[in-house]
């Protein structure tokens, strides 16, 4: 009886032991780990590939990447969004016919700042509300402008920067 009321109490009696002494010291690194919002967005996205999609209300090819989402919103004539969490991919789709202002001068006057400027299309970030958000405005002929429009969560500043370089990169392809 003896016995066997040892091989039950010293694992238990083991254990607690174990478990005690492991509140007096600080855990390694490796097991302390605060999974945070920018952390989880980072693994989601791993090794991401790009996906073609074809959009024919755009009139485009838009290529994805494939950790995201294609939304469908049938009642936008010119939009296609790919999301996330709180991140998300807009392309639009302008006519410049009757357009006052282009989609930059717009976002300017919406207090976003230019970040960089090429022949044929313009950077620009800023913030809104509760979000950040990053684009590039190209002018792809005479008749439209596209933007591509990356929003974010603040929190997530760090792990979207290879979503920045992805709207970079980002060109027109009919």
Not at 70 to 81: A, D, F, G, K, N
Request: hydrophobic residues 40%.
């Amino acid at each position: 009886m003896l016995k066997r009321l040892l091989r039950i109490v010293t694992p238990a009696l083991m254990l607690a032991v174990t478990l005690g002494s492991c509140g007096s010291k600080p855990q390694p690194k490796a097991y302390y780990n605060v999974l945070t919002s920018d952390d989880s967005l980072t693994i989601k996205m791993g090794q991401w590939d790009l996906i073609k999609y074809r959009s024919d209300k755009l009139g485009m090819e838009i290529n994805y990447p494939s950790f995201l989402y294609h939304q469908e919103l049938p009642t936008e004539h010119s939009q296609e969004v790919f999301i996330a969490d709180d991140v998300s991919i807009s392309v639009i789709v302008d006519s410049l016919n009757g357009m006052t202002y282009s989609a930059g001068q717009q976002m300017m006057g919406m207090g976003a700042d230019l970040v960089s400027v090429g022949d044929d299309y313009s950077i620009l970030t800023g913030a809104e509300d509760d979000w950040e958000y990053y684009g590039k405005v190209i002018e792809d002929d005479t008749v439209r402008v596209v933007t591509v429009m990356l929003r974010y969560g603040p929190h997530h500043a760090e792990a979207v920067e290879p979503l920045r370089e992805w709207v970079n990169q980002f060109s027109v392809r009919k």
